[in-house]
T-cell receptor, first 111, second 114 residues
Framework: DAKTTQPNSMESNEEEPVHLPCNHS???????IHWYRQLPSQGPEYVIH???SNVNNRMASLAIAEDRKSSTLILHRATLRDAAVYYC????????????FGRGTSLIVHP | KAGVTQTPRYLIKTRGQQVTLSCSPI?????VSWYQQTPGQGLQFLFE???????NKGNFPGRFSGRQFSNSRSEMNVSTLELGDSALYLC?????????????FGPGTRLTVT
């Protein structure tokens, strides 16, 4: 199964944009890129997903490189409530899907 | 809609015992996945069930098993508990088992093995 690589931690100031990178150089043509985040003492929460085109929703934007070997989760204005561990995972179809969450990126937001 | 619920929320068991954890998915969701989260190994996939059939399985010993009922509720069982099984067990549901499906996680069951 394709793996993802993320920085262990990143820091940001409140109300500033945050760009969280993810490398997935062995991505297959059918893998979707999903992002989840986990706040302290909670289960992971879905953030966004995409296949090839950039995606936007109320929580974030997802920028996918043209060769799909990397992606970036963009939080347009970080808040203290965005402090969490962010996971980038690849999702293939049933029967071959072993999601690998890895360690994720711990985002620290400074007031 | 109600979210994913897991019972019990906390559990303390003794080494060698067995344990059954329960997960009720969001209404209408037919896929349930289970994960184990520990500080050392992070979030690891156990298995996924869809329409009562196991679709995928992670790299865990046979002591870890699961099942899904016709109402999509799922249970996982761990037999012959070991100290290393102490972890947060998370359940996630999605509408189908597709690659574009969003997964919704429950709050988890914190299992402590002594």
């Amino acid at each position: 199964d394709a793996k993802t690589t993320q920085p262990n931690s990143m820091e940001s100031n409140e109300e500033e944009p945050v760009h969280l990178p993810c490398n997935h150089s062995t991505i297959s043509g059918t893998d979707y890129i999903h992002w989840y985040r986990q706040l302290p003492s909670q289960g992971p929460e879905y953030v966004i997903h995409g296949l090839t085109s950039n995606v936007n929703n109320r929580m974030a934007s997802l920028a996918i490189a043209e060769d799909r070997k990397s992606s970036t989760l963009i939080l347009h204005r970080a808040t203290l409530r965005d402090a969490a561990v962010y996971y980038c995972i690849l999702r293939d179809g049933p029967g071959s899907y072993i999601p690998t969450f890895g360690r994720g990126t711990s985002l620290i937001v400074h007031p | 809609k109600a979210g994913v619920t897991q019972t019990p929320r906390y559990l303390i068991k003794t080494r060698g015992q067995q344990v059954t954890l329960s997960c009720s998915p969001i209404s209408g969701h037919r896929s349930v996945s289970w994960y184990q989260q520990t500080p050392g190994q992070g979030l690891q996939f156990l298995f996924e069930y869809f329409s009562e059939t196991q679709r995928n399985k992670g790299n865990f010993p046979g002591r870890f098993s699961g099942r899904q009922f016709s109402n999509s509720r799922s249970e996982m069982n761990v037999s012959t508990l070991e100290l290393g099984d102490s972890a947060l067990y998370l359940c996630a549901s999605s509408e189908t088992s597709g690659r574009a499906d969003e997964q919704y996680f429950g709050p988890g069951t914190r299992l402590t093995v002594t």
